[in-house]
């Protein structure tokens, strides 16, 4: 079974100031690890992905985010926020060694809002 | 590329009726497609994941003769609430997935019901 833990249901930061939402999984086989955003009222888009080629995942809008098996985490960063980041996040992770029946696991989600 | 729609963005029914939500994919034929739930300020919990041609598989605990699923074609999935209650009040939030690459899950823009 695999599970997602986000740390802090929600994170307020200065605009310009660092991003950094917590992302921590269980999972018993190599997972593959996402992180989507989702704006009021809309679907999921998603900023970036691992899936066991390097550890650090660059995304869009200037996220990224780093993989790190000894502590089980996947947290996402952004240097500099922007008010445009404000938004909900989630990070969700996939069974990648079964193929074709891979199921994504949410977690709770971050609220993100930028402080002007 | 890999744009998933849904229709209608948001509807509002009758207690005791039903009610269909489309998911296409729109530039992609989607071998598997999943529909979420989504309660105010929640995850998204996974209610079943669809094959083009074959019966949906449900999650445990969703009640497949309310929540039909059809997936009649390769861009197509249909889902069905049937004799609707307030309590189905939620939003629903299809996803698809393309078979190829990694295996990345497209996530359309969701559906607002409210059941009254």
Known sequence: ?116 | GAVVSQHPSWVICKSGTSVKIECRSLDFQATTMFWYRQFPKQSLMLMATSNEGSKATYEQGVEKDKFLINHASLTLSTLTVTSAHPEDSSFYICSARTGQGIYEQYFGPGTRLTVT
């Open chain 1, 1 to 116: 079974a695999q599970s997602v833990t986000q740390l802090g249901s929600h994170v307020s930061v200065s605009e310009g100031a660092l991003v950094l939402l917590r992302c921590n999984y269980s999972s018993s086989v190599p997972p593959y690890l996402f992180w989507y955003v989702q704006y009021p009222n809309q679907g999921l888009q998603l900023l970036l992905k691992y899936t066991s080629a390097a550890t650090l995942v660059k995304g869009i809008n200037g996220f990224e985010a780093e993989f790190k098996k000894s502590e089980t985490s996947f947290h996402l960063t952004k240097p500099s926020a922007h008010m445009s980041d404000a938004a909900e996040y989630f990070c969700a992770v996939s069974d990648g060694s079964n193929f074709g029946n891979e199921k994504l696991t949410f977690g709770t989600g971050t609220r993100l809002t930028i402080i002007p």
